[in-house]
């Protein structure tokens, strides 16, 4: 590294160069006639040559010491102006970086911005739209329901005068069912009182004729005196007046006489049954008191 010496420095080294020249050359001049010297102002002069060598080393030394550390401090302070030049600059940089970046951030804010902008005209001529097209559609619908109201009405008028016609036929009608029913009726009941009537003959008739027949075939058993004695059987016939069934149901308290009571209808098979179905029905299944004394 190349030295660079301060102005005192310089002085002081030329003022020591001067004093080591003149004590050399003095010296040298009092050697060449060493006979006019006494030994001991020699002996002197030598040492003292050589303490102002030292110091002037010495000197020399910390006079270089210094200029070192000057020079390292001078080196330290360029150092640090460098570092904070390049600091100043990537500071620069850095915050251009943030300018172009909050630039760049407002331009595209601003295009975002203007789009919104554009979107929202759109959104208000859109919404605009419909609310005409809302407008015009709920005047129609206002429109369809008033003819709609016309015609219900109309219709509701229709349907009165229709319901009033068809309650006046409804109420003639049920009138003219309600006599005919009355009458049905009438010709029912005189009917039914009729069949009735010669059911009720027929039974009373054919009843006789079947306990007659029973009777007819009955034999008092031997040796048994009759003494009021009665009972009563369940017959069971079929449609043609067979005999299915015969049975004491409430005995005389003599099994003789209950038996032949059974064989007497069973020998009787078949009854005589009324031609008339209900009259016959009733023969189907019934009871009766055989009483030989009442014959």
């Known amino acids: 590294m190349q030295r660079y010496y301060s102005k005192p420095f ?21 050697t060449i006639s060493p006979v006019h010297m006494a ?32 020079i390292k401090k001078e080196e330290q302070r360029k150092r640090q102006q460098e570092e904070q030049r390049l600091a100043a600059i990537k500071k620069r940089k850095e915050e251009e970086a943030r ?36 407008e015009l559609a709920l005047a129609e619908i206002k429109k369809q329901k008033e003819e709609a109201l016309k015609a219900k009405d109309a219709a509701e008028k229709e349907r009165q005068k229709q319901e009033a016609l068809f309650k006046k036929h409804e109420e003639e009608r049920k009138l003219a069912e309600a006599k005919a029913r009355a009458e049905q009726e009438r010709l029912e009941k005189a009917a039914q009182g009729r069949a009735k009537q010669f059911t009720n003959d027929q039974v009373t008739q054919f009843a006789g004729l079947i306990q007659a027949k029973i009777h007819q075939n009955w034999r008092q058993p031997f040796d048994l005196d009759l003494g009021g004695k009665r009972c009563k059987l369940r017959v069971r016939l079929s449609e043609s007046g ?20 059974e064989l007497a209808v069973i020998k009787s098979s078949p009854l005589p049954m009324p031609p008339d ?19």
């Open 39 to 70: 030994q001991p102002a020699l002996k002197e002069t030598i040492d003292a040559v050589a303490i102002n060598e030292r110091v002037l080393n010495k000197e020399i030394a910390r006079l270089d010491n210094l200029e070192k550390e000057k």
């Open 10 to 30: 310089t002085f002081s080294l030329i003022l020591h160069f001067v004093l080591i020249s003149f004590l050399v050359v003095s010296f040298k001049h009092r």
């Open 242 to 261: 067979e005999v299915i069934e015969a049975l004491v149901v409430e005995p005389s308290g003599n099994v003789e006489f209950d038996r032949s009571a």
């Open 99 to 134: 300018l172009i970046k909050v630039k760049e951030e407002k331009e595209r804010l601003a295009k975002e911005a203007e789009a919104a902008k554009i979107a929202q005209q759109k959104l208000e001529e859109a919404k605009k739209k419909q609310l005409k097209e809302a």
């Open 277 to 295: 179905q209900n009259a016959k029905n009733q023969f189907r299944n019934f009871t009766f008191t055989f009483d030989p004394e009442a014959a």
